[in-house]
Each structure stands twice: as structure tokens, then as C-alpha cells.
């Protein structure tokens, strides 16, 4: 499996904005689907957004649709999310996830085989 690494969390005002980053430790992701997860304290892991191969698929939750979006650049093996018009309930560790096939397009944790450690995103009020 591959080891992935989140970087780019912190903490910020509502309102704000912040860049999540996913890359492999080694390897590439570049031929899987890719997915953003997160998880508040005393919450299950939610399904955050997921993108396709090249990019032409994109899904998203309903509560982060219109503001976050998910971007990869298959060159530079890494995944992105920006996150906009941050709110206090979006506070969470932030996981990024490679799908088990490139078409591996469902909102289900067990989808996705490989994960990082992820990265924490507190959002103020």
C-alpha cells in the first residue's frame, strides 16, 4: 500500500480559508481515484469530496459543496483541497485516501486502501 502524508492544516477564523496537500511517501497515486475524509472528536470518518484520475469527476459532501473543492496534479503526485468560507463545524483531522481502483467513486471509507495520519483543521468562531 501506499504511505500518504496530509500537510497544510491549522487553525483559522471563520471565514477564512485554508489549502490541504496529499502526497505518497513513495510511490504514486497517480492512476486511482483520491478522496479527502474527515473526523471530529466523538464523530464516525465523513466523506469530504473525491476526484477521478484526470480530474473530470469531482463529488462532494452537501455540507462543503460550494465552498471546498478538490484538485490533484498527477505530475506532481499530490492532491489538494482548498477549503473557503471556513465555519466552526468544519473542524476536524483532515484524511486523504487512494482509492482501491481508478473508478473507486463512493463516499465509503472502505473504498479507499491507503490513507495518512491526517492533519488537524480547527476553525474559530
Known amino acids: 500500500q501506499v504511505q500518504l502524508v496530509e500537510s497544510g492544516g491549522g487553525l483559522v477564523q471563520a471565514g477564512g480559508s485554508l489549502r490541504l496537500s496529499c502526497a505518497p511517501s513513495?510511490?504514486?497515486?497517480?492512476?486511482?481515484?483520491l478522496a479527502w475524509f474527515r473526523q471530529a472528536p466523538g464523530k464516525e470518518r465523513e466523506f469530504v469530496g473525491l476526484?477521478?484520475?484526470?480530474?473530470?469527476?469531482?463529488r462532494y459532501a452537501e455540507s462543503v459543496k460550494g465552498r471546498f473543492t478538490v484538485s490533484r496534479d498527477n505530475a506532481e503526485n499530490t492532491l489538494y483541497l482548498q477549503m473557503n468560507s471556513l465555519k466552526p463545524e468544519d473542524t476536524a483531522v483532515y484524511f486523504c485516501?487512494?482509492?482501491?481502483?481508478?473508478?473507486?467513486?463512493?463516499?465509503?471509507?472502505?473504498?479507499?486502501?491507503?490513507w495518512g495520519q491526517g492533519t488537524q483543521v480547527t476553525v474559530s468562531s
Open positions: 476526484i477521478s484520475v484526470t480530474g473530470g469527476v469531482k
Open positions: 513513495s510511490g504514486t497515486f497517480s492512476r486511482y481515484s
Open positions: 485516501a487512494k482509492g482501491r481502483t481508478p473508478w473507486s467513486f463512493g463516499n465509503s471509507p472502505d473504498q479507499f486502501d491507503s
